[in-house]
């Protein structure tokens, strides 16, 4: 019963570096959605995607982008990497309709040096 | 669209002690409210929701919450906490139907000391 997966757990970027962070879900869901967390602010709505396909930008979309071509997978890229990216990332998904709770990942650590 | 206030961003307490974390919220529609808790270095677990029908909603480990629409919050309480109560809590909104966007307080810590 694996929920939300997430990978890596942890990563140190280069400023100007690129990676994918990775969110798979096992549970059919088909709403997926991408959080940054900074200490004292909660979550942050980066992305959400509400199937596969159909992506919008939430919140703080700035210096992101994500595609959702299967309903299991919302990869959230970081093209350019920037100090102001540290944070930690977490993916989440809900069924939708009368399924409204979001479960949610381990998270991802990043720190851009 | 909606905001969340969380007005306490350190609550410290003895251990068997009640504790009152307090959430009040702002939204133009008809809202759904949760509480989640992060744990040390872990993701988000939901403790409880509010999404229709009686105000007072109990969720794992012993909480509850009151939901009160003239007041706009939602406050979580817990009549005797424990030391592994210590975590970081968060409240949430979202507007009924749509993408169930949430949006989040900025978190309130809950230690508990012996």
């Known amino acids: 019963n694996a929920g939300v997966t997430q990978t890596p757990k942890f990563r140190i970027l280069k400023i100007g570096q690129s990676m994918t962070l990775q969110c798979a879900q096992d549970m059919n869901h088909n709403y997926m959605y991408w959080y940054r967390q900074d200490p004292g602010m909660g979550l942050k709505l980066i992305y959400y995607s509400v199937g596969a396909g159909i992506t919008d930008k939430g919140e703080v979309p700035n210096g992101y982008n994500v595609s959702r071509s299967t309903t299991e997978d919302f990869p959230l890229r970081l093209e350019l990497a920037a100090p102001s990216q540290t944070s930690v990332y977490f993916c989440a998904s809900t069924k939708g309709g009368r399924e409204v709770i979001q479960y949610f990942g381990a998270g991802t650590r990043l720190s851009v040096l | 669209a909606q905001s969340v206030t969380q007005l306490d961003s350190q609550v410290p307490v003895f251990e068997e002690a009640p504790v009152e974390l307090r959430c009040n919220y702002s939204?133009?529609?008809?809202?759904?409210l949760f509480w989640y808790v992060q744990y040390p270095n872990q993701g988000l677990q939901l403790l409880l929701k509010?999404?229709?029908?009686?105000?007072l909603v109990k969720g794992i480990n012993g909480f509850e919450a009151e939901f009160n629409k003239s007041q706009t919050s939602f406050h979580l309480r817990k009549p005797s906490v424990h030391i592994s109560d210590t975590a970081e809590y968060f409240c949430a909104v979202s507007g009924k139907g749509g993408s169930e966007k949430l949006v989040f307080g900025k978190g309130t810590k809950l230690t508990v000391n012996p």
């Open positions: 509010y999404l229709s029908g009686s105000t």
């Open positions: 939204s133009s529609v008809s809202v759904y």
